[in-house]
């Protein structure tokens, strides 16, 4: 029997700000390691007997990202699905459903969040292979996580009677939406709660016979997405009428809560989900004092704190239980026990037409990136990174101009019916209306400084009439 990990790398992690932007959110960030939460995922899986290459569920923003940060770890997907729109996890799970029973009639899911922590690894395969078994069985299987402590951000997973022949394995009684404190103190008193981690196995047939049951509009929506669906490049994006169309509801709502075969596997595997600065600092390492830094920081007399700094030098003196976390643009200070305030942030940003909640000075293009100097009335300066043997797309801009001078590296430059070739130090000119293009030819990264200006300097005046990534 093959399994098949369905990894969704969708949502925007605001609890996470000013680290976490919608164009960049937490999955893909490296916030407990080295690597990327997306990458540690897909690794935790990886070499399994029986175990397939991933498929990835994400936002077309996040497309090349993901693409890359797969390639980095030496892992080719199964295939990544692209979401034209959020529209929750049960049909972002019914079209990969669709997708791999297209593939194979009989495959078996193993749907993962790309942005949780599993610190025993050997735990969780042993639940992976207990909840193999309750699905031969012909169950959908959750995944409980024995609880710790009387936590009230998590739904709660209520267990039934065991069943036959699958050992720590029981139906599932009910589901419990998040408690109040004292609530959650009586479930661990009382024995047999599990916390909903959000991770499920079944057959995709099964799956999708359960939701044409329940949900029987997200079940059409997602098949018509992915029957209606196109290649793209390495992608598969999924149509948008139709899946936009869908109803947007999770899995526990839509299925798990309604069907008669749920079932539950008790997982004490090291969990967390990440869900704020106060569970990173839960799951990160800490110094005598319970604090945990990253970056250049300087503590004295600081306990129980979490402090991460980006891009400067962040001294904190004589406090207790903060949360410190610095950005290039942006700096946050909380106190640990008002952390899931920090959505407030977000939306007075948004409310504000801001950019800090959308993505950082540094954006990140298939390409390569870009990184915001400095900006001013009427001009802006970008240091620009392009990649071995990547180019920009061939565009024009209505209302700006462009200086570029070359750092290090060799440029080819399309500038109207002008192709020519920079080498450090060298600098060209872009005129207000002129088609042009930037490449890098050579074997070591391309970097420039551009300096814009301009009426208007956004983003958004750009006209491209050609791109080699099929962007609009």
């Not at 009382?190 to 047939?205: I, L, P, Q, V």
């Amino acid at each position: 029997m093959k399994i098949y990990p369905v990894i969704l790398s969708g949502g925007a992690g605001t609890r996470l700000w000013p680290l976490s932007r919608a164009v960049l959110p937490k999955q893909l960030l490296p916030l407990v390691a080295d690597k990327t939460m997306l990458q540690e995922t897909a690794q935790r899986v990886a070499g399994w007997p029986g175990v397939m290459a991933p498929l990835v569920v994400c936002g077309n923003d996040h497309r090349f990202m993901v693409a890359e940060q797969l390639r980095e770890i030496g892992i080719t997907p199964l295939g990544i699905l692209l979401e034209p729109v959020g529209r929750n996890t049960a049909p972002a799970v019914a079209a990969a459903a669709n997708y791999l029973k297209s593939i194979d009639p009989e495959a078996l899911m193993l749907v993962l969040p790309a942005d949780h922590v599993i610190e025993n690894g050997a735990a969780f395969r042993d639940a992976v292979e207990r909840a193999v078994t309750l699905v031969g069985q012909g169950a959908l299987a959750t995944f409980g996580i024995v609880p710790k402590s009387p936590e009230t951000g998590y739904g709660y997973i209520r267990r039934g009677e065991a069943v036959a022949h699958c050992g720590d394995c029981y139906k599932v009684a009910r589901f419990v939406e998040k408690p109040d404190a004292a609530t959650a103190q009586s479930f661990l008193d009382e024995g047999g709660y599990y916390w909903n981690s959000g991770m499920f196995m079944f057959h995709a047939a099964r799956f999708l016979a359960e939701l044409q049951e329940h949900a029987p509009a997200i079940a059409d929506a997602a098949e018509k997405a992915v029957s209606t669906g196109y290649r793209d490049l390495d992608f598969c994006r999924l149509d948008e009428s139709a899946f936009s169309d869908s109803p947007s509801d999770s899995i526990d709502y839509a299925v798990m809560e309604k069907t008669s075969h749920a079932a539950v596997v008790p997982a004490d595997i090291g969990w967390n989900d990440v869900g704020s600065w106060s569970a990173l600092w839960e799951v990160q390492p800490k110094d005598a004092n319970g604090n945990a830094q990253r970056g250049d920081v300087y503590l004295d007399g600081v306990t129980n704190s979490l402090v991460r700094a980006e891009s400067r030098i962040v001294a904190v003196v004589g406090v207790d239980n903060l949360v410190v976390v610095e950005t290039q643009d942006a700096v946050l200070v909380t106190h640990k026990d008002q952390v899931q305030r920090v959505k407030q942030v977000v939306d007075h940003l948004k409310s504000k037409s801001r950019t800090e909640h959308l993505h950082h000075t540094k954006v990140y293009r298939p390409w390569g990136h870009y990184e915001g100097i400095d900006a001013g009335d009427r001009f802006q300066v970008k240091r620009i990174t392009v990649k071995p043997g990547e180019k920009l797309s061939l565009q024009m801009h209505h209302h700006r101009a462009e200086h570029w001078v070359v750092v290090s590296g060799t440029a080819r430059v399309t500038c109207g019916d002008k192709v020519s070739l920079l080498s450090e130090n060298e600098s060209t000119y872009i005129p207000i209306g002129m088609n042009h293009r930037l490449e890098n030819p050579g074997k070591l990264p391309l970097h420039i400084i551009e300096v814009q200006s301009g009426s208007y300097l956004g983003e958004d005046d750009i006209v491209r009439f050609e791109d080699i990534y099929k962007r609009a």
